[in-house]
Structures are given as C-alpha cells and as structure tokens.
C-alpha cells in the first residue's frame, strides 16, 4: 500500500506539474491546505504523505484533470485505477442546482423545464453550454466547463475584468474556427448569471427615513419628509435614486445544500464535534445549549443554520479625501468546523448600504427574511441526503465595533451610561478639564471580601457595593417600550443640538428599541451582542504605548489630567506645579526618561505602526519584554498582567473554571492600574476588558465573535 501511495503521489506531481502549474508552483491537495495554497514540488509532496489528499478530491479538476486517476476511499493508501466513469462534476452540479428548484432534477423531458420557472429556463440554458463542444472536434472541454475553469483562474490569480478580456482576445484568436467562446468577460458572466443568486436594489429616503419597500414600495415621494424619491436631471441622467443592494439570505442558505460536501459539513457541529467540556467552538458554548433547550423545534434538525451578523463602515475611497461610508452586512454561519467559520469564503454578503451615517432601516428586509426563516423556514433540497427538508435559520450574537454596538442595540455608548452591560449602574465621571468621561471603580466586581474593597489609603475610600448585573431581555422591552423610533434626518442638513441631562432627569441608557427584537428569540439569548476584542485590545495598546512615550495630543498624562486630579483633590503628589507662569508636572511612576522611551522604542522597532487588526501583538508579546527592565516593578507588573489577561482571553480553547478565574484576575488588575495611572486613562474601552470573560464563559473563544476575520 505504501509503495503505492508513493507511485500515486509521484503520478500526481508529474500531471499536475504538466498541466496546472504557475511557475513552480501548483495548488496543493493535501487536507490541511484543501486546495487553498501554491506551494512548489517538494512541499507538495511532503504534505501529501504526512497528510495525504483531501478526502473526496478523486477527479484532479483543478490540475488539468476531467477524470479520476486515483482513488482515497482507502484509508491505508491510494490504488490507482483506470480512467473513471464517474458522471461530469459540472453535470452534478447542475443537476444538484435543478434539485434545489424542483423535485424531478431531471433534463431529459425539455418540455418540463420549458414550463417550469424563470430559474429552471436559465439553468436549461447552462445544460444546452454544458453539451456544446468547445469548438468542433474538442472532446475534452465543453463551452460551460471552459469557462467556469477561465473565471475560476481568475478568482485565484487576482485578474482584473481588463485582463480577463485581454485574454479572452488571444484565445478566440488562436482556437480553431468555429469556437463558441465569449468574446469578453461581461458576455462570460452574463452567461453564468443563473448559477449566481443576484441582488435586489431597495431605493431609500435621500433623509434615511424610510425604504421603498412593502407599503411604500410603489411612493415617488417620502411620506416623512416629503422628499422626492427621484434625483434630479442635474444630479442624475437618467433621473433615478440610487439603491441600497439587498442580497435574499434565503437563497444564499439553500445554496449551502446543494453540494453534498458542504451540507454534510452543516451537521458537523452535532455529529463530529468533539464534546469533552472544552469551549472550542460557539457549539460548546452555554448560549448555545440553552438557545436549543429553549427552542427544541428548531434544535431537532441539526441542518438549521445558526448565524452571526456582522457590520461595520468604511470609506471605499481610501486614497480620497471623502467623507463617505459604506456598511456592508455580513452573515455568518456557524454549523462548520472551526477551520471554516471565520473564513471569507463562508462568509454572506446580505446588505451594502451607501451612505456617511449607520444602518437605520436599511437592515429590515434582512430581519423579516431572518423572522420568516425562524417561523416557518423555506424548503430545501439536501445533496448529501438526496431529499427536501425545511430549513431554518437564527442569529445567535452580533460581532461590531463599539460604535456599531450602539447601531445594533440601541443603547448609548458615550457620556455617562457608555457601558451596556452596566447600564444605568455605570460609574462614570465627567473631567472638566479634560473634556472626557472616564470609567472607574472596578473594585465593585471583586468578590465581596477582597482586601482592596476596604483599603481605604490605597483608594482613598472603601467599596461595598456588588457588581452590575446586565439586563435581560425582558428588561430591555420593559425600558423601551415608550421609545418611539423616527428614523432620518433634518432635510436642511443640521443636526440636532446635543444637550446634557438635567438633574433630576431620568438618565437615558436605550435610543431606540433594537430592530433585531422584532425576532421572536432575541429576548430570550443570553447574550445578544458582543465586545470586540480587537478594538478593545488596540484601545489599550495605544492608551499604555502613547502615555509611556507622553506622545503630544494622545496621551492620557497631560496638563489637563493632572489639573482633573488637583479639582478632584486626589493623588497630591502629582499635582501640578506653577513656577514663573509655566507649569510643572512631577514625574509619575510610569514616565520615562529621554533615554529610556529611546531604549523602548529601539525594543518595538520594525512593529511600530502596525494596523488595528494587529496590535494585539505587540500588548500581548512584545510590550511585557519592553517595560520589564524600564518602569517600576509595580508599573510593569501591571502591565505585564493586562497583556497576559490579553493572552488567555484570546485563546482558540477555553474552559468556564478558567473564565471565572479571569474574570476575578481582570477586577482586581484595573483596580491596580486605578492606583497607577491618572482618570484620563480610563475610558469606556479600557473598562469593558472587565465584562470580556463574562462574554467568554457564555459564549465561547473570541475569534468566532471579533472583527479580526470580519475588517
């Protein structure tokens, strides 16, 4: 068997290397790289006999292969085989496409089809393509299988459609007469439309306050503002009001089945999980167990796809000085191992919503295709079982970043209520100095008899009270049930004039009842929206990086800070000094000397000016080694456990004994750096390290719920 395996590795590398290859390199098929990576001869063939094929990958299609050579269904070794008699896989493609439209699957009565749906007449125009020779004589390539090759060629290598066409140009001139290939890449794409799923365009108000959608789909003016829907000729040719692109999840779910790999693989959460304690996956987590015991309908058939949504802006006119966003929505099944979930080929593009403000009601359409997905599911065609079934679907967390947390929620994420799950037990403190609020008092979430609850020298007070509990879902009903929502905007442009609260008034923790409520489910998660350990990680990177190295407008020790303390009549010793009309500031433990930010910064060089996504490096590896030997052992000591709380937290395995542990380790940290670092330090990002662990034990590792994949 051994020897073989080896004569069918070595067979492999010789056709794939004569047929497939770009330079010297070829897609590896090993199951680690699955297809996914280039690697040159010799790390081919290294992985292929300590991992061996993917399992199922019998036909070399993407190495010049029509045909199988080889066969893996022995685990032992290969056997090599004749030429196999196993039906087109582009002919089971489309016939696995005509399942998931209609029960009969069958092209050979024309007539049938003719008659079915729109669907149906487009796929039998890709049957008629899949017949058609690619010129005449030409036996191994038909024009569909041609051209999927072409178009997937140029998924992998990055080509632009100027490319492609370019290329497209040279072929049709070097094929023989009578070739039937598209003569640019629109008439390419054109062709293949039906195997894609399309978009819908829903025009929305110019003033945010309504789509054109159900009832007012038929308006050509906003019942709100009174706005036209219709741009004017100045500002468009052909007088229409730009879309926002809504991408039906339904189909985009039902297409998950149509291969029997990847609907096999939507069951592996229940049937291949391995199930020892250990949080590896959102499967494990509580939420999810308690999401099944509380709806036991939607849990029976392990097919329901539980999903993610994601969302945040961003300027797609990077290199232009725009004021402009775009939000696309992202959703995000959660039923596949690990190795898939977070990768871009399993995510689902659900909506792209142009504008510079957040999405308001853009998301509606995704929502009521999401309750009826819930309520009574959309039928569907299983490849790997050859059967119809209904499917379901449910949206378990959201993954943004704080600010689109407050989109999302509705809750208010700045001034003295910032913090979501503390709600209106938030303690906050408004800096007249400094224009900020900071979040303090993390002495309330250590347990009750912590020594530094009474340690009234060291804090300047004792602290007896318990820590916030985060509101349920009933609650959040109960304190939005008056909120009346009015989306859009002035018509003349201005905003409305930010006030502060009055005393006596009541203090306001909700804007707007979240839309997401509108799912019969939501009230009932225990956890509904997550903090994005990303930005909360790169927030306290740069609150200790800037304040070491007293960078000017970005550290948390200035002028204005030691003034906060002076009204606060705390920390005397770091008052500042008035001498001949300049101030002085005395050193704090943390500050740093011209020589020692040198040597710091000689530590970080070559890492410095990393991107958001990957600041985590440097908190959680590299600043440890550069503090350790320059800052006081009490500054560093401090330091060095953040970035070990960083470490654990980010772990891609978990256990709850271990988050309960972290969860007490984390309190009494920020309790230490109260006693360290001034108020200016401690802004909203820095004081939800606290509620992470809490978020971990319900919900699993981090990495499925961060915007790390996601931006």
């Given at each position: 068997h051994t020897k073989a395996y080896l004569q069918g590795v070595n067979s492999f590398l010789s056709y794939a290397f004569k047929n497939s290859a770009v330079g010297n390199k070829i897609l590896c098929p090993c199951k680690k790289c699955v297809n996914s990576f280039w690697r040159e001869s010799s790390d081919v063939r290294e992985h292929l006999i300590c991992d061996g094929f993917v399992k199922g990958y019998t036909t070399w299609n993407l190495h010049g292969e029509t045909s199988s050579y080889m066969n893996h269904g022995n685990s032992d070794g290969v056997d090599i085989v004749e030429e196999s008699n196993k039906e087109d896989e582009i002919s089971e493609l489309l016939r696995d496409l005509a399942c998931g439209l209609d029960d009969r699957g069958d092209f050979e009565d024309n007539s049938s089809v003719v008659q079915s749906t729109e669907e149906l007449k487009a796929l039998q125009s890709l049957v008629e393509?899949?017949?058609?020779?690619?010129?005449?004589?030409?036996?191994?390539?038909?024009?569909?299988?041609?051209?999927?090759?072409?178009?997937?060629?140029?998924?992998?290598?990055?080509?632009?459609?100027?490319?492609?066409?370019?290329?497209?140009?040279?072929?049709?001139?070097?094929?023989?007469?009578?070739?039937?290939?598209?003569?640019?890449?629109?008439?390419?794409?054109?062709?293949?439309?039906?195997?894609?799923?399309?978009y819908i365009s829903i025009h929305a108000c110019s003033n945010d306050c309504i789509l054109y959608w159900k009832e007012n789909e038929k308006s050509d003016s906003c019942p709100k503002c009174k706005v036209s829907r219709w741009k004017s000729?100045?500002?468009?040719?052909?007088?229409?009001?730009?879309?926002?692109?809504?991408?039906?999840?339904?189909?985009?779910?039902?297409?998950?089945?149509?291969?029997?790999?990847?609907?096999?693989?939507?069951?592996?959460?229940?049937?291949?999980?391995?199930?020892?304690?250990?949080?590896?996956?959102?499967?494990?987590?509580?939420?999810?167990?308690?999401?099944?015991?509380?709806h036991p309908v939607f849990a029976a058939d392990s097919s329901n796809i539980r999903l993610a949504f994601a969302t945040d802006g961003f300027n797609p006119y990077r290199g232009m000085n725009v004021s402009y966003s775009i939000w696309p929505g992202i959703c995000i099944p959660y039923n596949f191992p690990p190795s898939m979930c977070m990768k871009q080929s399993n995510f689902i593009l659900t909506l792209l919503i142009p504008g510079r403000h957040a999405p308001g009601s853009d998301m509606d359409p995704l929502v009521y295709d999401l309750l009826d997905m819930f309520v009574n599911?959309?039928?569907?065609?299983?490849?790997?079982?050859?059967?119809?079934?209904?499917?379901?679907?449910?949206?378990?967390?959201?993954?943004?970043?704080?600010?689109?947390?407050?989109?999302?929620?509705?809750?208010?994420?700045?001034?003295?209520?910032?913090?979501?799950?503390?709600?209106?037990?938030?303690?906050?403190?408004?800096?007249?100095?400094?224009?900020?609020?900071?979040?303090?008092?993390?002495?309330?979430?250590?347990?009750?008899?912590?020594?530094?609850?009474?340690?009234?020298?060291?804090?300047?007070?004792?602290?007896?009270?318990?820590?916030?509990?985060?509101?349920?879902?009933?609650?959040?009903?109960?304190?939005?049930?008056?909120?009346?929502?009015?989306?859009g905007k002035d018509p003349s442009g201005k905003k409305p004039a930010g006030r502060r609260r009055k005393e006596g008034e009541l203090l306001v923790i909700f804007k707007r009842r979240s839309i997401w409520f509108m799912l019969p489910y939501w009230k009932d998660l225990m956890m509904r929206h997550n903090f994005d350990v990303m930005h909360i990680g790169k927030n306290v990177y740069e609150n200790f990086i800037n304040t070491f190295l007293g960078t000017d407008g970005k550290s948390k020790d200035n002028l204005n800070s030691r003034l906060d303390l002076q009204a606060l009549s705390i920390r005397s010793d770091l008052h500042p000094i008035e001498l001949e009309g300049q101030f002085y500031l005395p050193p704090a433990p943390y500050s740093m000397s011209p020589q020692e930010k040198k040597l710091f910064c000689e530590i970080l060089k070559g890492v410095f000016g990393l991107k958001s996504h990957e600041s985590h490096i440097v908190l959680q590896h590299l600043l440890p080694l550069a503090v350790r030997k320059i800052l006081p052992e009490i500054v560093s000591a401090a330091v060095i456990r953040v970035s070990n709380f960083f470490k654990k937290i980010c772990s891609p395995m978990i256990r709850i004994s271990d988050m309960e542990n972290l969860e007490a380790e984390i309190a009494e940290t920020l309790s230490l750096l109260e006693t360290i670092f001034l108020p200016f330090f401690f802004d909203i990002m820095v004081h939800l390290m606290v509620h992470l662990p809490a978020q971990a034990k319900m919900a699993g590792p981090v990495y499925f719920r961060s915007m790390w994949p996601v931006e």
């Open positions: 393509a899949n017949s058609q020779e690619l010129y005449p004589t030409c036996k191994k390539y038909t024009k569909l299988r041609f051209l999927i090759r072409l178009l997937h060629i140029k998924l992998l290598g990055g080509w632009t459609d100027k490319n492609f066409d370019l290329l497209l140009d040279l072929l049709n001139d070097a094929l023989p007469e009578g070739s039937i290939l598209p003569r640019n890449y629109y008439e390419a794409k054109k062709m293949i439309k039906s195997i894609g799923l399309g000729v100045r500002k468009s040719l052909d007088g229409k009001h730009e879309g926002s692109p809504y991408f039906p999840i339904k189909k985009r779910l039902q297409r998950l089945f149509l291969t029997s790999r990847t609907a096999k693989l939507t069951r592996w959460h229940d049937e291949e999980r391995t199930k020892d304690g250990v949080l590896r996956h959102p499967a494990d987590s509580p939420l999810w167990k308690d999401f099944d015991e509380k599911g959309v039928r569907t065609y299983d490849a790997s079982k050859g059967e119809f079934f209904q499917l379901r679907a449910a949206v378990l967390w959201t993954i943004t970043d704080f600010l689109g947390l407050g989109y999302a929620s509705g809750c208010v994420t700045a001034g003295e209520a910032a913090c979501p799950d503390c709600h209106s037990y938030t303690c906050s403190l408004r800096l007249g100095n400094g224009s900020k609020t900071c979040y303090m008092r993390h002495r309330r979430f250590l347990h009750e008899n912590h020594p530094f609850r009474f340690d009234f020298d060291k804090f300047g007070s004792t602290e007896l009270r318990p820590a916030p509990v985060p509101l349920s879902g009933e609650e959040i009903l109960e304190c939005t049930k008056d909120i009346v929502t009015v989306f």
